[in-house]
């Protein structure tokens, strides 16, 4: 069976500080692989996603970006983080015929 | 910008009561599916309904699809405490991408 997983669970990085969340996926060829972001009491805004390695789309422009170097693995970075980084961000794959996604537990990431 | 909008931002019911809450959306979609998160986790997938379909059941759980309307609604039917989280609508759009895009939510508080 598929599974996914997301680490670190939680971190607290001061302002300026870089950041590497990473999620890998097991069970599983070439899946689709976003990376999303929940404010507190929020939905979730998409930030990127991936098709295929090297294979990065961005939704948003911001202080992060994102990169696949490997089928399985999606790596969300900054090099400066920002007091707006602050939230809990989730990892997700769908198989590329579609369907529904599957999410890992989130990493809660504390700017301070 | 967020593709769906649920109503209400939150609802609270007493246990064996029905829960409706309904999700508008903007633009062509493929299908939309809804989420269930509970507190500080990730999501979990429970239903997808596709563009042509109208209505879809899962247990308790009834799901209606208007594309005239551009708008569905979920209802879960004699809710337990154990339904108490938040429950998002999310669309892919008729675009040929890969796009997942949620909607803001509704917090469901189911009281014993």
């Known amino acids: 069976s598929q599974t996914i997983h997301q680490w670190p669970a939680t971190l607290v990085q001061p302002v300026g500080s870089p950041l590497s969340l990473e999620c890998t996926v097991e069970?599983?060829?070439?899946?689709?692989l976003y990376w999303y972001r929940q404010a507190a009491g929020r939905g979730l805004q998409l930030l990127f996603y991936?098709?295929?390695?090297?294979?990065i789309s961005s939704e948003v422009p911001q202080n992060l970006s994102a990169s696949r170097p490997q089928d399985r693995q999606f790596i969300l970075s900054s090099k400066k983080l920002l007091l707006s980084d602050s939230g809990f961000y989730l990892c997700a794959w769908r198989a590329t015929s579609g369907g529904e996604l599957f999410f890992g537990e989130g990493s809660r990431l504390t700017v301070l | 910008s967020q593709q769906g909008e649920e109503d209400p931002q939150a609802l609270s019911i007493q246990e064996g009561e029905n829960a409706t809450m309904n999700c508008s959306y903007k633009?062509?979609?493929?299908?939309l599916q809804w989420y269930r998160q509970n507190s500080g986790r990730g999501l979990v997938h429970l239903i997808l309904?596709?563009?042509?379909?109208r209505e879809k059941h899962s247990g308790r759980l009834r799901v209606t699809l208007d594309t005239s309307k551009k708008s569905s609604s979920l209802l879960i039917t004699a809710s337990r405490a154990a339904d108490t989280a938040s429950y998002f609508c999310a669309t892919d759009a008729n675009t040929g991408g890969f796009k997942t895009i949620f909607g803001a939510g509704t917090r469901l508080f189911v009281k014993a």
């Open positions: 309904i596709r563009s042509n379909e």
């Open positions: 991936s098709v295929g390695i090297g294979q």
């Open positions: 069970g599983t060829s070439n899946p689709n």
């Open positions: 633009t062509s979609i493929n299908n």
